[in-house]
């Protein structure tokens, strides 16, 4: 009788278990989200991630993997934005088009300085994520 009720007790947990991995895949949209500022977040089941951001003119995509521990979501972005990086970037823009001259260096966010929590109605960063035009610190929803 143990062991019908432990193959019972086993089997339930595996159908009805909740995998926190798997049930986070998907994308999310910040509930900040409005006319031309977004925030969204795409994590895949392979543990990369794609998070795209802007505000008007102002957008950028970073990329990168990322790992669950504890309820939490900890991000690692596949390229470092260096100061040395930006400033490179900064200079070939300015070799392409020079209207730019005036531009300073851009801000790309270093998403691992922060975890995210994850809560039942989405994920949400626990600290703030300066994106250079826009702060991000909202709940994100998946759709």
């Given at each position: 009788m143990k062991i019908i009720l432990s193959l019972l007790t086993i089997t339930f947990l595996i159908l009805f278990g909740q995998n926190t991995e798997t049930e986070l895949v998907g994308t999310y949209?910040?509930?900040?989200?409005?006319?031309?500022?977004?925030?969204?977040?795409?994590?895949?089941?392979?543990?990369t991630f794609k998070y795209q951001y802007g505000l008007s003119a102002c957008q950028a995509e970073i990329t990168g993997t990322y790992s669950v521990a504890d309820k939490k979501i900890r991000f690692k972005n596949d390229r470092e934005y260096t100061k040395k990086y930006?400033?490179?970037?900064?200079?070939?823009?300015?070799?392409?088009?020079?209207?730019?001259?005036?531009?300073?260096?851009?801000?790309?966010?270093?998403?691992?300085?922060?975890e995210w929590k994850i809560k039942k109605s989405g994920i949400k960063p626990i600290s703030e994520i300066d994106c250079g035009c826009i702060i991000e610190n909202g709940k994100h929803k998946k759709k």
């Open positions: 949209y910040s509930v900040d989200n409005e006319f031309e500022r977004w925030s969204i977040i795409e994590l895949q089941a392979n543990g930006l400033q490179s970037e900064r200079d070939s823009i300015i070799k392409s088009d020079s209207t730019f001259i005036g531009m300073g260096i851009p801000v790309y966010p270093d998403l691992s300085l922060t």
